[in-house]
């Protein structure tokens, strides 16, 4: 089961900023980095954000990430119809019962 | 460029075993921990298992403790997971992803494991 909480669905027109949240506690996103992945339709998912607000090489600078306490978001700006897909959070978890834990997932809709 | 090939997924009884592959190649395997995610039909992602660049450590999510084994051939740029007594609960797509610059940084396309009578 998901240790972190995002809500499942978001959804924005084209060109409009949508922002995920996600939730968790002091045992991950509290102590650690969070990740992002986005996970197109019938794909493997891919790498968006690490260490909280980094993008790796080829990802658009439309997305950003940030963290605060134990709570980080996701901001895609500028929505693109590309961009629908599921987007999952991530982090390190100290507890000994996981030791990478994910978010719920969100599905983003471009209406 | 960095590509993971997952092998080794299909049908299999509950209770019976199966070996997953994942050949990998772009980057010096030998130098970086390695990891399988797991993706239930319609559900979210679940880490199932790390392992250290020598194979020294291992790391697995409760769920699958004593029943799952992650091991890595450095000489055969490879990394395995063996699964013994599987449950229906383990039918997913596995994945096999790399920790290079962050955790799961690349990723296979996955293989399907369905545990069922």
């Known amino acids: 089961q998901s240790v972190l909480t995002q809500p499942p669905s978001a959804s924005g027109t084209p060109g409009q900023r949508v922002t995920i949240s996600c939730s968790g506690s002091?045992?991950?996103?509290?102590?650690?980095?969070v990740y992002w992945y986005q996970q197109l339709p019938g794909t493997a998912p891919k790498l968006l954000i690490y260490?909280?607000?980094q993008r790796p090489s080829g990802v658009p600078d439309r997305f950003s990430g940030s963290k605060s306490g134990t709570s980080a978001s996701l901001a895609i700006s500028g929505l693109r119809s590309e961009d629908e897909a599921d987007y999952y959070c991530?982090?390190?978890?100290?507890?000994?019962?996981?030791?990478?834990?994910f978010g719920t997932g969100t599905k983003v809709t471009v209406l | 460029e960095v590509q993971l090939v997952e092998s080794g997924g299909g049908l299999v009884q509950p209770g019976g075993s199966l070996r997953l592959s994942c050949a990998a190649s772009?980057?010096?395997?030998?130098?970086?921990?390695m990891s399988w995610v797991r993706q239930a039909p319609g559900k979210g992602l679940e880490w199932v298992a790390n392992?250290?660049?020598?194979?020294?450590?291992?790391y697995y999510v409760d769920s699958v403790k004593g029943r799952f084994t992650i091991s890595r051939d450095n000489a055969k740029n490879s990394l395995y997971l063996q699964m013994n007594s599987l449950r229906a609960e383990d039918t997913a797509v596995y994945y096999c992803?790399?920790?290079?610059?962050?955790?799961?940084?690349?990723w296979g396309q996955g293989t399907l494991v369905t545990v069922s009578s």
């Open positions: 992803a790399s920790i290079l610059i962050a955790p799961l940084d690349y």
């Open positions: 392992i250290k660049q020598d194979g020294s450590e291992k």
């Open positions: 002091s045992s991950n996103i509290g102590s650690n980095y």
């Open positions: 772009g980057f010096t395997f030998s130098s970086y921990w």
């Open positions: 260490r909280n607000n």
């Open positions: 991530a982090a390190w978890d100290d507890s000994l019962s996981a030791f990478y834990v």
